[in-house]
């Protein structure tokens, strides 16, 4: 009985088994950061004092991808911090990817005015403040005027670093962000080690 061509061959069978390997490995790293989760560092000083240059985050896919799975539009809580593909996006000018906090929803009305926003919606026809829940950050005033309605299917977001041009964001420039550019939720800062926390 003849030996197979791997029998006779055994560094072409290893050379299949490391390609096989590789493949896996591959298709497994692009499936993970497509569906469960991607790491991006921060350059910037627009979120501090919340998140600085060279901090290592993790973004939750999950949320995002299951609501693409049931036919819907991933939509995340007013305060947080997420990241999302720049709606402006060119290739050397602009960064691609953003990290921002949520302030407002389709159809709110916006207000900035004397340092602070106001939103304001059906459940609060006098308007609140978009950062009460959020365990006092960001601790800057808000530079800048704006009295805007948000349009379907898209979110105001903003820096928490808001004096002066610091944070590129729905108050100069930046505009809405829609919902299909949301990458997702800022879940947890990795690094520096001795700053890990949660979001």
């Not at 049931?70 to 709606?87: D, E, L, M, T």
Request: include cysteine.
């Amino acid at each position: 009985m003849e030996a197979s061509f791997f029998t006779r061959h055994p560094f072409m069978k290893d050379l299949l088994s490391l390609v096989i390997f590789v493949a896996c490995v591959v298709i497994g790293t692009v499936l993970i950061n497509t569906y469960v989760f991607r790491s991006f560092n921060v350059v910037g000083p627009s979120m501090e004092t919340t998140l600085y240059t060279g901090d290592r985050l993790v973004v939750n896919r999950v949320p995002v991808t299951w609501a693409q799975i049931q036919g819907k539009s991933y939509i995340p809580h007013r305060g947080q911090v997420i990241v999302f593909k720049n709606p402006h996006y060119s290739l050397g000018i602009e960064d691609e990817y953003i990290v921002k906090r949520v302030i407002a929803f389709p159809g709110e009305r916006v207000l900035l005015k004397d340092g602070h926003y106001l939103v304001f919606n059906a459940q609060f026809p006098a308007g609140f403040d978009p950062d009460d829940s959020n365990h006092g950050e960001p601790g800057s005033p808000t530079t800048g005027e704006v009295d805007t309605v948000v349009p379907e299917n898209e979110l105001f977001v903003s820096g928490d670093h808001r004096t002066g041009n610091y944070s590129y964001d729905s108050r100069n420039g930046l505009g809405t962000i829609p919902y299909y550019n949301i990458v997702g939720p800022v879940s947890v800062r990795i690094f520096p080690f001795n700053k890990v926390r949660t979001f």
